[in-house]
């Protein structure tokens, strides 16, 4: 079987490591447990890797986070992807700080990325991992806060979440999403 795992989040060196990104750093741990390497091509940088049984073919959109639909399109068209094998990785200001949720469908929650994703694909029928931010940030301070850069403390805790998020991305591939949200979702991280 064959997959389409898409990490959002703008390119530039001025969003490198900030709390928006976080979807590809997410997906470059996948890369790295794959031992796959990510080379530029349309939309964005792409890499192929093996999982057991499950084919991955990894993406960083380059399309900036607004428009990531666009390459999710194109590359679940050119790959020949179902909807049902595509996982989307993504930052989320609902969720406290390391935990991660997996889901099969949903509402963008106000994420430009995902709501470009769901108009392009005429659908919200496709699986997320959602990442939490944590909403620790004085109001009007939102975009400040997600192109920021994470805490010395959230970074000590990176290692351990990008094994987790790996592991959700490895049974999202080989035992569904269902039985994966079963594994996954319940699990304190911090």
Not at 18 to 45: C, D, K, L, P, Q
Not at 129 to 136: N, P, T
Not at 142 to 163: D, H, N, R, W, Y
């Amino acid at each position: 079987m064959r997959f389409l795992i898409v990490g959002l989040g703008n390119i530039g060196v001025e969003y490198y490591g900030t709390r928006h990104n976080i979807g590809f750093r997410m997906v470059n741990a996948v890369a790295e447990a794959v031992g796959a390497t990510f080379v530029e091509s349309r939309y964005g940088a792409v890499a192929s890797g093996r999982m057991k049984s499950a084919e991955l073919i990894l993406l960083k959109p380059s399309t900036y986070m607004n428009l990531s639909g666009e390459a999710v399109r194109y590359w679940m068209k050119k790959e020949n992807i179902p909807l049902e094998n595509i996982l989307i990785l993504v930052d989320d200001l609902a969720l406290d700080f390391g935990t991660m949720r997996l889901k099969s469908k949903g509402s963008d929650a106000g994420h430009n990325g995902l709501k470009n994703i769901a108009l392009l694909l005429n659908t919200v029928q496709y699986a997320r991992l959602r990442f939490g931010l944590g909403a620790s940030f004085a109001k009007g301070r939102q975009v400040e806060f997600v192109l920021g850069k994470f805490t010395p403390e959230e970074e000590s805790a990176m290692p351990l979440l990008m094994e987790e998020a790996v592991a959700i991305v490895r049974d999202f591939c080989l035992v569904g999403v269902d039985r994966a949200m079963n594994l996954h979702n319940k699990k304190e991280r911090l």
